[in-house]
């Protein structure tokens, strides 16, 4: 199954759409990882108060503990410092919270920059590659099992012009059954897909 026309023009065309697509893939993702390291620097306030919220619970922790060791008091000295390092615990939490919720939405908005302008860009070109490939494919099948198929496509879909240019009476003959002007008509299908019509008599230029 042919992935490219062997005609120049279309095939070059065909060349730069997926070129088009890898470069723009290729686009997209660098911008994205730009917006995720952009919006992850919105994560460090986050990451500090967390560090300081922790750094604060653990030294409240063991100020209680030694506070818990002074006879007759140290109940009373212990629990304002536990309360203390609950609220630095509390206070790390909120700080690791804000700091996760940012990581989420720059890795949302870092998938959301790849998959949509790629996604846009494939909803347009997968038609059009995997459209050719296969009527290339086929009309290959058909050029060398049975061109009366292509012949037939060419005479219902063929822009006029093109068929008033071939040579006089072409339908006609096809019509009768001659072979030259099957083959012709078949060329003509064969050239609108970039594809080379199978080598054979054909019939003579149109003056």
Known sequence: MPL???RPGLRARQVAAD???LAWTAAWV???????????VLAEPGDAVAELGGSVAGSMARAAEAAGGVPVVGDDLAAP??????????VSGA????????????AVLAAALVVLPVAGYLLRWLPWRLGWVRAAGAAGRLAAADPAVLAVRAVATAPLDRLAALPPGTVAAWRAGDAGAERALAALE????????????????SR
Do not use: K
Not at 30 to 40: F, P
Not at 97 to 106: F, I, K
């Open 95 to 106: 700080g690791t919270g804000a700091a996760d919720a940012v990581a989420t939405l720059a």
């Open 19 to 21: 070129l088009g697509l």
């Open 4 to 6: 490219y026309a062997p």
């Open 81 to 90: 410092l536990e309360g203390l390092g609950l609220a630095g615990a509390s």
């Open 30 to 40: 660098l911008a994205a990882r730009a917006a995720h390291r952009a919006v992850l």
């Open 190 to 205: 064969l050239d609108r897909l970039g594809l080379a019509p199978e080598p054979g008599p054909q019939l003579p230029a």
